[in-house]
């Protein structure tokens, strides 16, 4: 069956350092993966998406890598801030359909 | 830009009641849109797809009796919880699909049925 994982534990480092969160996936062919950002409450709100092709993507401190052979893709935040603990989600899209199927979410709680 | 709203963000209501939420895309037009549900600490789960102008996609075990999708125009879906009981209090997200690959996300609403 097709599965989305993602650390279900909450991830807990000391500001400043680099945070990475991980995403496995098992018996899907992904178009495109994307990352959200959801705060308790609210809606998630888009970070990036990287291509079947592409290897990594950047946005000022985020950094996604995408490994369609191990089937995984890897979520850095470096220079954390408080400000970024929150729930971090992957998504997966098959193809041009543009559904979505998320992972369960993992919690990054970064410390001062 | 890209930005969803929805409408109520929180609604309480009595058992066997129906309750409508809207989600809007305010800057963009978005010809699908697409209905989630997330119970307390877990992911989002699809319920539907939403066409404009063409009746909606329901999910595996979804009721499309009891969750009326309707998507009139272009900026606007909306979701309606007909006879609604208390197993169906949860957060009900709605997104819009902009430039075919990012999906753009409404605040949420919170639905307690007593």
């Known amino acids: 069956s097709q599965k989305i994982e993602q650390n279900s534990e909450a991830l807990n480092i000391q500001e400043g350092k680099t945070a990475t969160l991980t995403c496995n996936y098992t018996n899907y062919s992904p178009a495109y993966l994307q990352w959200y950002r959801q705060d308790p409450g609210r809606g998630p709100v888009f970070l990036l998406l990287i291509r079947e092709n592409e290897k990594e993507k950047r946005k000022e401190r985020l950094k996604v890598t995408f490994d369609t052979t191990l089937k995984q893709s890897l979520f850095h935040i470096t220079a954390s801030q408080p400000a970024d603990s929150a729930t971090y989600l992957c998504?997966?899209?098959?193809?041009?359909?543009?559904?979505?199927?998320f992972g369960g979410g993992t919690r990054l709680m970064v410390k001062p | 830009g890209a930005v969803v709203s929805q409408h109520p963000s929180w609604v309480i209501c009595k058992s066997g009641t129906s309750v409508k939420i809207e989600c809007r895309s305010l800057d963009f037009q978005a010809t699908t849109m697409f209905w989630y549900r997330q119970f307390p600490k877990q992911s989002l789960m699809l319920m539907a797809t939403?066409?404009?102008?063409?009746?909606?996609?329901?999910e595996q075990g979804v009721e499309k009796d009891k969750f009326l999708i309707n998507h009139a125009s272009l900026t606007l879906s909306t979701l309606t919880v007909t006879s609604a009981h208390p197993e169906d209090s949860s957060f009900y997200i709605c997104s819009a699909v902009r430039d075919q690959e990012t999906q753009y996300f409404g605040p949420g609403t919170r639905l307690l049925v007593l």
């Open positions: 998504a997966l899209v098959k193809n041009a359909g543009n559904m979505l199927t």
């Open positions: 939403s066409n404009e102008g063409s009746k909606a996609t329901y």
